[in-house]
C-alpha cells in the first residue's frame, strides 16, 4: 500500500501549540513516514495568515530533506507572482541538491487579495508572473545561460535532477488551465471539473489526451479507534481549515474543494474529512483499485499527540493488512 503526508502548518491560536513545535513535529512525522515508505511528502504556501500558514516552503523541505532518503517531496504549490524568478531558481537548485533529485513542483498564481497587498502585485498580473517564473525556472534548470529582461544570466550550480525539478501549474480556471497545457510539464487542478479545461486545451494543441483528472474527491481522513470519540476530538480543527479556506476562496467565488460551514455537524454531513477505524481503512482500500492514503496529520492545528495516535493506528493497523 501507498501513502503520503501533507503540511500547511495552520497553528491558530486555540491549538495551544508553539510554532517551533508544531514544526518540529512534522519533521519527526516525515522522518518516521519514509522509514515506512511513504512516497510524497507534501508542503504549502500561503502568506500573512493570522494562524501562521507557513509562508516559506523551501526552508521546510530542505528540513525534511535532511530528514529523509526515499519519499518525494512537493512543493504544492507555490505562489509564483510572491518571488523574485532568479532567487527563486537559485533556492530550488540547492534543494533539489539537498534532496538529491527528491522535488517536484506545482506553481500558481494565488488568489488570496490580502496577500497580494501585502507584496504589492496586482492581481491583473498573475498570467504574465506565472508564465515568466517557469520560463526562467526552466531555463535556469538546464545549467545554461539565458536571456533575462534584456540581460545574459547564468544560474549555478547545477541541479542535481538533469533538467532540475518537474514543475506542473496548479490553478482553478479555464486561463490556468490552458496556460498549463501550452507551457506546463503537467496541470494540477484545484477541483476535478476544471481538468476538461486543460484536456480539451492539450488535445487541441495536437498532443496526445492526458486522460481522466488525476485528482478525485477532496477528502482528509484520519484513524481513531473509536471513531465518534475521534470526531468530537478532531473536528474543532477540520472546521478550522474548512472556514479558514472558505473565507479566502469566497472573495471571488475561487472554485474549491473547501467551503465555509456553520459548525461541525454540518462539516460532517459533507463527508469531506472523516474519522475512521484502521478496519475501515483497511477494507476501503483493498476495494480501491490502487490503494493510496493521503494524510494531514496536523490539519488546522490538529494536536501533536493526536495526530501521532492517527499515523501510529495507519502504522500498527493499516500497512501489515497489506503486507
Known sequence: MYFGLRFDFRNPEFAAT????????????????????CTTIGVSEHHGSSDGYLPSPIPMLAAMAARTTSARLMLAALIAPFHDPLRLAEDLIVLDNLS????????????????????????????????ETFAVLKAAFSGEPFEYRGRTVHITPTPFRPGGPSISLGGSSKPAAQRAARIADGFIPTTADVWQFYR?????????????????????????????????????????????????????????????????DELRATDQYRVLTPEQLVEEQKAAPFPFAFFHPLCGGMPIDLA????????????????
Not at 514544526?23 to 516525515?30: Q, R
Not at 481549515?241 to 469566497?250: P, R
Not at 501521532?308 to 501489515?320: D, G, I, M, T
Open 18 to 37: 508553539t510554532t517551533a513545535d508544531r514544526y518540529a513535529a512534522a519533521l519527526d512525522m516525515a522522518e518516521w513516514a519514509d522509514t515506512l515508505g
Open 100 to 131: 538529491r533529485g527528491r522535488l517536484d513542483m506545482v506553481l500558481a498564481g494565488g488568489y488570496v487579495h490580502e496577500e497580494f497587498s501585502m507584496f504589492g502585485v496586482p492581481m491583473n498580473e498573475r498570467g504574465r508572473r506565472v508564465a
Open 200 to 264: 480539451d486545451e492539450v488535445q487541441k494543441l495536437g498532443r496526445p489526451d492526458p486522460g481522466p483528472s488525476p485528482i478525485g474527491a477532496n477528502q482528509t481522513v484520519a484513524l481513531a479507534e473509536d471513531p465518534e470519540k475521534g470526531w468530537e476530538q478532531m473536528a474543532p480543527f477540520f472546521l478550522h481549515e474548512t472556514n479558514a479556506y472558505g473565507v479566502w476562496q469566497a472573495q471571488d467565488d475561487v472554485a474549491s474543494p473547501y467551503h465555509s460551514v456553520a459548525d461541525t
Open 308 to 323: 501521532w495516535s492517527s499515523l501510529r493506528l495507519f502504522e500498527e493497523q493499516v500497512l501489515p493488512a497489506f503486507a
